[in-house]
């Protein structure tokens, strides 16, 4: 954050506001200063319309009691007043249209920077911020923070009006000009105590409107815990205590919008009744026309609605700064480095790294690495390496770091100290674009979009549909997505719940074959798929030249390795062959441990994967058994 918005931070509401209003212009001025043109030149008609009307009064309507007021002045009174109604009605157009089209473009804009921060943000910031909150951010806190640009062009037109109102009156009448210069004060007396009284109040309804999200977004997400443990009268507990906190909130507002409000109306009304009373003295004593107390009274008339607009105007402003702060918030998050390079080099053609991987297969080298989440020490000195083109599992207990491992392997998150080398090169030399097409990962989490098959897989690649189909067979994932309704374009559900857990991780894996990657990272990619199924699709890339990195929890994984590395509390406790290692009694009560874990998972935990082999809508399969202690040979299984 800048020194000049830690300055608007600590001014007063109004300021705030002010300030906000000149960052949006600065962002659009053309369509801001065409809806501000329409909104003066709205100001200047109308009180040309009430100067209009005075004359007419004065030199049509009185003398027409008198019978001597000819038909052209008549018509000319008729014309000059159709005139000025017709080009009032296009300033009215004017100031609309460019109004709506700046707070559409600020709108835009805002979502468009927040979106590019989204890209860039470190995952430490996504750890940070509930994506409820996020959606809000991007979403509500926008629209909100920006609302007042609408009313803006009317209110600063109304201003003018009140400006010219003020110099007609003083040249029709100084006393009409004094009803004024007391009602116009109060008014803007009022205005400012209300935006400072209602700013704190706005400040906990958009904050609460945060959490409300937050919730609901949980709820959605965590739909099949939530049914499956009977906890739907919780979460609705939960989310009604949120909600009745939000409605408690928007009602301290309401109330004191209720007050403030019908204050902005009573008060031109009021100086329409002081007018009338001074007016009638006026022209009683022959100091004023009855034209002169018609302007007044109709230009008093014209400003009481429109001091509403202007009333809004100030009530959006706390609104929108606390909104606006929000939303600043999120842009004030770091930027991950590789993530902000990547972006700016996508659709660019240069040479951005100075560094080249070799060719071939690569090796992938921990040296002495650490990491932290906090204060809380993740990874402590972790040194190994992975020779190129064979497989490496990392086996330890939950929370040894692992995954962690994978992270900073994708520069999804930073190392505090040492450095990871692919290929003898450190990726933090790499260009990301370089790092991401060679390595490629694959997690437990299997995340699918609400799209086809194929798009899931080549997301945005130019892939043919040859490397397509490769990718689908590799993950053994090929046969049940051909019975799918529409094979490869078959539209997924939100998330993929179309398809069970096995046959997600799978097109998820394919996903990340379909790059044909020289490093592949599995973080329990393979967790849902039947054991049979993942010896064969390990066994497959074992054939490859690739180099492999799985978190492994299944025997039947770690026995297909090349190389072992045990971490426990963020350190390597051995590394070496599965025969080796068994000789640390806490590495054998892990395989133990591993072994238990199987064998309940294969009384029926991989049913869903091997007996739904296509969804209970689309097709049947059968179940191959499977003994995951001691599991077949990839070459005599089928699938």
Do not use: C
Not at 12 to 40: C, D, E, K, W, Y
Request: charged fraction near 20%; proline fraction near 5%.
């Amino acid at each position: 954050m800048t020194d000049s918005n830690l300055d608007e931070k600590a001014a007063s509401p109004t300021r705030q506001g002010l300030a906000l209003i000149a960052r949006f212009v600065r962002m659009h001025p053309s369509s801001f200063f065409m809806s501000l043109l329409g909104g003066v030149s709205w100001a200047l008609l109308v009180v040309a319309a009430t100067y209009i009307l005075g004359r007419i009064t004065d030199e049509v309507i009185e003398p027409a009691f008198e019978g001597g007021v000819s038909a052209s002045t008549v018509w000319m009174a008729v014309a000059a007043l159709f005139i000025i109604a017709f080009l009032r009605g296009l300033s009215v157009v004017i100031r609309r249209w460019f109004g709506s089209l700046t707070e559409t473009r600020a709108q835009a804009t805002l979502r468009a920077e927040v979106t590019d921060r989204l890209l860039v943000m470190p995952m430490s910031a996504y750890r940070r911020h509930p994506t409820g909150e996020l959606l809000a951010n991007a979403d509500v806190d926008i629209t909100t923070g920006t609302q007042l640009l609408m009313p803006l062009p009317f209110s600063v037109g109304v201003i003018a009006l009140a400006a010219f109102s003020l110099v007609s009156l003083f040249t029709a009448d100084p006393s009409f000009a004094l009803v004024a210069l007391v009602l116009f004060p109060a008014l803007a007396f009022l205005s400012r105590y209300y935006t400072n009284k209602v700013n704190e109040p706005a400040a906990q309804v958009q904050a609460r409107l945060g959490q409300v999200s937050s919730i609901a977004h949980e709820s959605f997400d965590g739909a099949l815990v939530v049914k499956t443990l009977g906890r739907e009268g919780d979460e609705d507990l939960r989310f009604q205590a949120a909600a009745n906190q939000l409605r408690t909130d928007r009602l301290v507002v309401a109330n004191m919008t209720s007050v403030f409000q019908p204050l902005i109306d009573l008060l031109p009304n009021l100086g329409i009744i002081a007018l009338l009373l001074v007016g009638a003295w006026q022209v009683d004593h022959d100091e004023a026309t009855v034209g002169q107390l018609v302007q007044a009274v109709a230009l008093f008339g014209w400003l009481a609605f429109p001091m509403r607009i202007v009333g809004f105007m100030f009530e959006s402003m706390p609104r929108s700064v606390v909104s606006i702060e929000r939303v600043d918030a999120l842009l004030d998050e770091p930027v991950d480095a590789a993530a902000q390079a990547q972006v700016s080099a996508a659709g660019s053609t240069d040479e951005l790294s100075t560094s080249a991987l070799p060719d071939g297969p690569l090796a992938v080298e921990m040296s002495a690495v650490s990491f932290e989440y906090g204060e809380t020490s993740v990874l402590s000195g972790v040194t190994f390496t992975a020779p190129a083109g064979q497989t490496v599992a990392l086996v330890g207990s939950t929370g040894s770091g692992r995954s962690t491992l994978t992270n900073l392997m994708m520069r999804l998150d930073e190392p505090s100290s040492g450095q990871i080398l692919l290929g003898g090169v450190p990726i933090a030399e790499l260009n990301p674009d370089e790092l991401r097409s060679a390595v490629s990962v694959a997690f437990q989490e299997s995340f699918l979009f609400a799209s086809s098959i194929s798009d899931n897989v080549s997301m945005g690649r130019e892939l043919t549909q040859e490397q397509l189909d490769d990718a689908l067979d590799r993950s053994r994932a090929g046969k049940f997505v051909a019975k799918l309704p529409k094979a490869q374009e078959t539209i997924l559900g939100e998330r993929g719940v179309t398809l069970s857990g096995g046959q997600r991780q799978r097109v998820a894996l394919a996903r990340a074959l379909a790059g044909e990657p020289r490093v592949l990272l599995l973080d329990d990619a393979t967790s849902a798929v039947d054991p049979v199924i993942e010896a064969q699709i390990l066994a497959g890339l074992r054939n490859s030249d690739t180099t492999m990195l799985i978190v492994a929890h299944r025997l039947s994984t770690i026995l297909l390795a090349d190389k072992i590395v045990h971490l426990e509390d963020g350190r390597i406790r051995g590394e070496g062959t599965h025969q080796e290692l068994l000789a640390d009694p806490e590495y054998a009560a892990l395989v133990t441990a591993y072994e238990s874990e199987e064998l309940q998972d294969h009384d029926g935990h991989f049913a869903e994967d091997a007996d739904l082999e296509v969804d209970a809508t689309w097709g049947e399969a059968v179940l191959h058994p499977v003994d995951p202690v001691h599991p077949v040979a990839p070459d005599e299984v089928t699938e």
